[in-house]
């Protein structure tokens, strides 16, 4: 069993700035990739920004250049530091976890953090 738990959200101005971690814990496992994705008010769940076991990362359109995302393999630990940011960012944000247990593949996911964006 693999625990994903996120920090770090809270409320900010637009144009502000806000960091948010994922931390994974549990039984013996690799990290594969990591992601955010965020879920709006009566919106679908949206992929944010995505990184690879070797660090390579993908954006969603709509934060690239504003957002970056880190991790830190030793510490099972990844980031997202949100800058510039904007009331259309407002959303729960959940961290997504693609681990190997054994020979096995597992997806987890984080129990979400709430990003509130003021204009």
């Known amino acids: 069993q693999v625990h994903v738990v996120e920090s770090g959200g809270g409320l900010a101005q637009a144009g502000g700035s806000l960091r948010l971690s994922c931390a994974a814990s549990?039984?013996?496992?690799?990290?594969?990739?990591m992601g955010w994705y965020r879920q709006a008010p009566g919106k679908q769940r949206e992929m944010v920004a995505a990184?690879?076991?070797?660090?390579?990362?993908n954006y969603a359109a709509s934060v690239k250049g504003r957002f970056s995302i880190s991790r830190d393999n030793a510490k099972n630990t990844m980031y997202l530091q949100m800058n510039s940011l904007k009331p259309e960012d407002t959303a729960v944000y959940y961290c997504n976890a693609d681990v190997t247990i054994f020979t096995t593949r597992y997806s987890y996911w984080g129990q979400g953090t709430q990003v509130t964006v003021s204009s």
């Open positions: 549990g039984s013996i496992f690799i990290i594969n990739a």
């Open positions: 990184i690879t076991s070797g660090g390579t990362t």
